[in-house]
T-cell receptor, first 115, second 112 residues
Framework: NAGVMQNPRHLVRRRGQEARLRCSPMKGHSHVYWYRQLPEEGLKFMVYLQKENIIDESGMPKERFSAEFPKEGPSILRIQQVVRGDSAAYFCASSATGGEGNTIYFGEGSWLTVV | SQQGEEDPQALSIQEGENATMNCSYK?????LQWYRQNSGRGLVHLILIRSNEREKHSGRLRVTLDTSKKSSSLLITASRAADTASYFCATAPKAAGNKLTFGGGTRVLVKP
């Protein structure tokens, strides 16, 4: 039973390019979360999605960042016109429901380096 | 300071010793979860403790929760070199649904 699957694991982009990070939740999970981790820091919440809906995007930067979780296929975190400050590890997580008391499982992360 | 602050920031112990780390938070929570992260890897879920629970065990791990003091502790007994990792507490504030807030983590080094 696969856990939360993220790809790519490592991504290098030049400034101004686009980065697309993909996440497939655990089987049976319909709630997806994206977090960002800067070096030596904890994770910061970015966005919470259910299928075809953005539930909470309070942690998303106002520009250049977008996320989707279509009816079919993985969730995508898209960063347009990347800058050096976007270099970080991006973690996807999933849960079975959005109710309290749910264990939230994390993927292995996608490490973005902007050069 | 932010919701979910771990203390100490770093801990170095000998194999076989116990490791204790604490987490403090500010707002009322639904639950608190502890995660482990090895360098360059994802987060591994360790334990979830609900706001109406005071203590929970899982193998060599013991977690306590004191909602009156808004704090939690994670104890790793009989530590092993493989326990070397960063440990994070994450709170689910009551107003925030399933949105987890992480602290900066405790970096634990277990020396063989």
């Amino acid at each position: 039973n696969a856990g939360v699957m993220q790809n790519p694991r490592h991504l290098v982009r030049r400034r101004g390019q686009e980065a697309r990070l993909r996440c497939s939740p655990m089987k049976g999970h319909s709630h997806v979360y994206w977090y960002r981790q800067l070096p030596e820091e904890g994770l910061k919440f970015m966005v919470y999605l259910q299928k075809e809906n953005i539930i909470d995007e309070s942690g998303m930067p106002k520009e250049r960042f977008s996320a989707e979780f279509p009816k079919e296929g993985p969730s995508i975190l898209r960063i347009q016109q990347v800058v050096r400050g976007d270099s970080a590890a991006y973690f996807c997580a999933s849960s079975a429901t959005g109710g309290e008391g749910n264990t939230i499982y994390f993927g292995e992360g996608s490490w973005l380096t902007v050069v | 300071s932010q919701q979910g602050e771990e203390d100490p920031q770093a801990l170095s112990i000998q194999e076989g010793e116990n490791a204790t780390m604490n987490c403090s938070y500010k707002t009322s929570i639904n639950n608190l979860q502890w995660y482990r992260q090895n360098s360059g890897r994802g987060l591994v879920h360790l334990i979830l403790i609900r706001s109406n629970e005071r203590e929970k065990h899982s193998g060599r791990l013991r977690v306590t929760l004191d909602t009156s003091k808004k704090s939690s502790s994670l104890l790793i007994t009989a530590s092993r070199a493989a326990d070397t990792a960063s440990y994070f507490c994450a709170t689910a504030p009551k107003a925030a649904g399933n949105k987890l807030t992480f602290g900066g983590g405790t970096r634990v080094l277990v020396k063989p």
